[in-house]
């Protein structure tokens, strides 16, 4: 049995699904331990110990902190004082932009949470190679700086940082050193093939530690005392789940998960294996498609079905350089490979991941033997013994990034939030397997 | 409505930066809206800032007038990995007027638009 729940605006709900039935939905209004607690109790029943996975759906919270100003109510986080923190936002790129157009974040909401953005000279290619060196001694006086600031989250972003991380890492070392306990957000971390989007992410994911860290405590509470032998995991916001351990140092991740699980349950409800799905919305119409076959059950909330249903998932974006259709061949292999291992970190059963999407294109205007190599996997949750707390493992350490090569663009196996995040890029959601875009009504 | 319906479109600014958008959309033998958002912040900054740019018909143009149309061509993917820092346009266009990079505006010299 699995279970979905969603922190939303108007209160917490959640559904109990098993095979393709929704044996029992509950609703309450309000937020907090005490709430998702009754609300958990409510949908299980006698259920409680058959149910194998809870799926939580907190971007909605986590988005409401970002509308809220940082010394306002805190609606979004419900029980608490957890707001969104302002965040230094650190650019490192070969040249500074001369407009201050250029040099902020081109999405409102981002903006907004940015107090202040600094540029490092810096910086690679697509494939790795360095564009300018990083100024190590202007890395101290910002580090130092910084520190005397009294800042709280630092988000950095490098241009060419999934092919070569090394100017975000020694930004990022040389600052924690400053201030030790600083939360810092690196952009490889999210992957993205496109400088603002990781910005977005990164500053998304460190303005939002407080509100994720107070929302997941609630979560993990209750869930730990209505089920505490199921697997607790987060809704993402590419339509797969990630441990909820794991949700705690990458909350961005979470942005978007309520759309794109929404798409999610419109397939099942559908019956459909591949599918394009538009739903009506109160603020337009939600477009997307869906690529993972899911059976049919009765009609209840989409959104809280398809966060139910979220399966483990990963995926591979990267550029790289091949000189022939054989070494293209093992390029492919090899992330084949590596999407697969991630699956499983992110708690797959071993066996049951499978890739649902493959593409390999030339990037045009670029040098011959330029290929972008996009896949995603998904697979089967794993039993709860396998891992009884949920917590899972990092991608990182589970899917041996050392099997790549230092020429090419590296993969991220988390959502692209920033395509997402906010009112201003957030009127689309992720694309791919679920995912889609919304729709602005006409007229 | 028809063609001749509408009012001859005299100037540029940054209130008709969606419709320019919508526009090229329709009329673009191919379309992606990757990185939309910033180009579209960067125009209406700048527009915004320097207030609208007349439009003038070639036709009405002094016969040993100086134009240029620039343009970009490059990989999408590797100019969302490297956005502009503002430093390249005015280079062609400072050459072509014999200027500084930083200094003339060829485009604000052009004579007002005339009523077609």
């Known amino acids: ?443 | 409505m028809t063609a001749r319906e509408v009012e001859p479109v005299r100037a540029i600014g940054a209130d008709d930066v969606p419709t320019l958008w919508a526009g090229a959309q329709f009329y673009a033998p191919a379309f992606g809206d990757d990185g939309a958002e910033g180009l579209l912040e960067w125009v209406t900054a700048l527009l915004a800032e320097h207030d609208t740019v007349p439009l003038v018909r070639a036709d009405a143009l002094p016969p040993d007038a100086r134009c240029a149309a620039l343009g970009l061509v490059g990989s999408g993917t590797a100019l969302a990995e490297l956005p502009p820092a503002g430093t390249s346009s005015p280079r062609p266009s400072a050459a072509l007027s014999g200027g500084s990079a930083s200094g003339s505006r060829p485009s604000s010299r052009s004579p007002p638009p005339s009523t077609p």
């Not at chain 1, 205007?365 to 190599?373: D, E, K, L």
């Not at chain 1, 993969?411 to 920033?418: D, I, L, Q, V, Y």
């Open chain 1, 1 to 443: 049995m699995l279970v979905g729940v969603r922190w939303g605006p108007d209160g917490c709900s959640a559904v109990l699904l098993s095979d393709s039935r929704v044996l029992a939905a509950a609703r309450a209004p309000g937020h907090g331990r005490t709430v998702l607690t009754r609300v958990l109790a409510d949908v299980y029943g006698a259920h409680a110990a058959a149910v194998r996975h809870v799926t939580f759906v907190i971007g909605p919270a986590l988005l409401a902190a970002v509308r809220e100003p940082a010394d306002g109510p805190g609606q979004g986080a419900g029980e608490g004082a957890a707001r969104a923190v302002p965040v230094v936002a650190v650019r490192i790129a070969p040249w500074p932009a001369r407009h201050p157009a250029l040099a902020r974040h081109p999405s409102a909401p981002i903006a907004g949470l940015v107090a202040r953005s600094v540029t490092l000279p810096g910086g690679h290619d697509l494939l790795g190679r360095e564009l300018a060196t990083l100024d190590e001694a202007r890395v101290g006086e910002l580090a130092d700086e910084l520190a005397a600031s009294g800042v709280r989250a630092v988000a950095v972003a490098a241009c060419g940082s999934l092919a070569a991380p090394a100017h975000e890492r020694t930004f990022g070392e040389r600052l924690l050193a400053a201030v030790p306990g600083l939360r810092i957000s690196l952009s490889h971390e999210f992957g993205g093939q496109d400088l603002a989007g990781r910005e977005a992410s990164a500053v998304l994911n460190a303005a939002l530690a407080d509100v994720a860290e107070e929302v997941l405590g609630a979560c993990e509470a209750a869930a730990g005392r209505v089920v505490p032998r199921a697997q607790h995991g987060v809704a993402r916001g590419d339509g797969g789940r990630t441990p909820l351990a794991r949700a705690r140092t990458l909350p961005v991740v979470a942005v978007g998960a309520a759309e794109a699980a929404a798409l999610l349950g419109a397939a099942r409800l559908a019956g459909l294996e591949r599918c394009r799905v538009l739903l009506p919305g109160p603020d337009g119409a939600l477009l997307g498609e869906v690529r993972s076959g899911v059976p049919l059950v009765p009609p209840a909330d989409l959104a809280l079905i398809g966060t139910a249903l979220c399966p483990p998932m990963a995926w591979v974006d990267e550029v790289v350089q091949v000189k022939d259709a054989r070494e293209l061949a093992a390029v492919r292999r090899d992330a084949e490979q590596r999407t697969i291992a991630m699956v499983t970190a992110q708690g797959a059963a071993p066996g049951s991941a499978r890739l649902v999407e493959t593409t390999v294109v030339a990037l045009p205007f670029s040098p011959a033997g330029t290929i972008r190599v996009h896949l995603r996997a998904v697979g089967e949750a794993a039993a709860p013994d396998a891992a009884p707390d949920g917590s899972g493992v990092g991608d990182e350490r589970a899917a041996g990034r050392s099997g790549v090569g230092g020429q090419r663009a590296r993969e991220a196996g988390e959502a692209p939030a920033a395509r997402r995040a906010g009112e201003g890029r957030g009127a689309r959601a992720a694309k791919g397997a679920p995912g889609g875009r919304r729709l602005r009504r006409s007229g």
